[in-house]
């Protein structure tokens, strides 16, 4: 039975050093771009869940070997999975530390809590052994996180749903704002003032959520057109 | 279930490949149909979370199926439904006007989720009709809920310097026979006047043109607006 688990000093090695290396592909590309979880956070928690599995795999062991008399006696409840599903949960709370709000309520930091959850779930394939399964989600999640990341901000910026943070004089000038926005046939869905107060670095501005018409122009034609009234400072596109 | 899939559902190398294949399949349409309405999470945040849900759920098959350890097959997946449910947690954004954002996107990312699992376990049946019905939810129910809610409803938006000004618009609301279905009133502190700003939410008997116009002809209107 314990023929098929494979577990040996060599193995053991193999598969923390395998857990390093898709740590660090996955990270490298991470760091790069400056995220918060850069090459050693996604090297750590990788090291982490590969061990987990291998944990459970030591007590199977020691299990049959010698501690299997007391195993017998007091009876033995292993569940192989157990430790690293908890992993799991983990995994989300750290995850869910990495999500900021920022402002304009938008958050940043999702796309770092997912990529460290499947990194996580990729440790765990390591440990137990499972390689078919593990270098594909390897090469599945450094091509997802890494490659395919100008391509996502391309696609939003082609939407015809776009966000818009404005700044302007003064709380009047939200109705001149929305004049250009529905001569340009635009659909607002939501306006939210966020700074009323005019101060020497702030000046009030709102957040405009809305949907360009069909055969509108491109993002850029609406924001120029935003821009140009005299009352607006700034204008700015949000990408979430 | 279909036969058709009987040859996949373990962890064979092939199996294990067109699992995560179908799962990122799965992530990349229910996350490309998200993230058209720009929202928070896009495509390549639901892909991880299918792919990763997968690889979980075929690592509980793989330790009971190859390995033969005893242990609980479902295990770690079960993990996932909790552990996503604090990412979830972590986009859900309390506005100032104290309204609640980001809640769909939370309850997308665990159901994508929960699909990964179902094709990481074999259940591909589930797998790919949950994420059409996915698909549906977000589509055609939509416009169907926005349908039951907003037949002549509508949220009027505000700005006024005058206290009075609200109860004018609330008087010729009622004396119209319009039903206001929430209402929000800020102050806000500018130019040292105060300024107030009121959302109403209302079922119209009139035009919204006519509206808008009736209420900018009241005493104390900065602008109204729409939505």
């Known amino acids: 039975m314990s023929n098929s688990l494979d577990f040996t000093f060599l193995s053991v090695v193999v598969r923390l050093a395998l857990a390093v290396l898709g740590g660090s592909i996955i990270g490298y590309g991470r760091s790069k771009k400056e995220r918060a979880a850069g090459l050693r956070t996604y090297i750590l928690i990788s090291i982490g869940a590969c061990m987990s599995v291998l944990i459970t795999f030591y007590e199977f062991e020691m299990f049959e070997g010698p501690w299997h008399d007391i195993a017998v006696e007091v009876g033995s409840k292993l569940d192989a999975s157990r430790i690293a599903a908890q992993v799991i949960t983990g995994i989300g709370f750290l995850g869910a530390g990495t999500i900021i709000k920022v402002s304009h309520q938008q958050v940043t930091g999702l796309t770092t809590a997912t990529g460290m959850f499947a990194t996580v779930c990729m440790g765990i394939a390591i440990g137990a052994g499972y390689y078919t399964l593990s270098i594909t989600v390897m090469v599945l999640i450094e091509i997802i996180l890494n490659v395919m990341s100008p391509m996502e901000i391309g696609f939003k910026r082609k939407l015809r749903n776009i966000t818009l943070s404005v700044s302007f004089t003064g709380v009047d000038d939200i109705s001149g704002i929305t004049e250009v926005i529905q001569a340009e046939n635009a659909v607002i869905y939501d306006i939210d003032v966020e700074r009323t107060e005019e101060t020497a670095h702030h000046h009030p501005s709102a957040i405009f959520i809305l949907q360009l018409s069909p055969q509108h122009q491109s993002h850029t034609g609406m924001l120029t057109s935003i821009a140009e009234l005299p009352c607006v400072y700034s204008v700015r596109e949000l990408i979430s | ?227």
């Not at chain 2, 229910?30 to 690889?55: D, M, Q, W, Y």
């Not at chain 2, 907003?150 to 609301?173: A, G, I, M």
């Open chain 2, 1 to 227: 279930m279909l036969s058709l899939f009987d040859a996949f559902r373990d962890t064979s190398n092939l199996a294990t490949i067109l699992k995560l294949l179908l799962s990122v399949l799965c992530g990349t349409v229910i996350g490309l149909e998200r993230s058209s309405k720009n929202r928070p999470a896009g495509f390549r945040t639901h892909i991880l979370v299918c792919l990763g849900s997968c690889t979980a759920a075929m690592t509980g098959l793989f330790l009971y199926l190859d390995l033969k350890l005893p242990s609980d097959i479902s295990r770690i997946a079960s993990q996932v439904v909790a552990g996503l449910g604090f990412i979830g947690a972590g986009t859900i954004i309390v506005t100032k006007k104290l309204s609640i954002k980001g809640l769909t996107t939370a309850a997308g990312l665990w159901t994508t989720g929960i699909i990964g699992i179902a094709i990481g376990s074999g259940f591909f049946e589930a797998g790919i009709v949950g994420t059409v019905l996915v698909l549906l939810a977000e589509t055609l129910f939509a416009r169907l809920s926005m349908k039951i809610t907003h037949v002549p409803q509508f949220t009027l938006e505000l700005l006024y310097n005058e206290k009075d000004f609200l109860d004018q618009v609330l008087r010729f609301l009622k004396d119209h026979r319009m039903d206001i279905v929430n209402l929000q009133i800020h102050t806000m502190e500018a130019h040292d006047t105060a300024r107030y700003s009121a959302k109403v939410e209302l079922r119209s008997t009139m035009p919204e043109k006519d509206l808008l116009f009736h209420v900018q002809h009241m005493r104390g209107i900065v602008s109204a607006t729409t939505l």
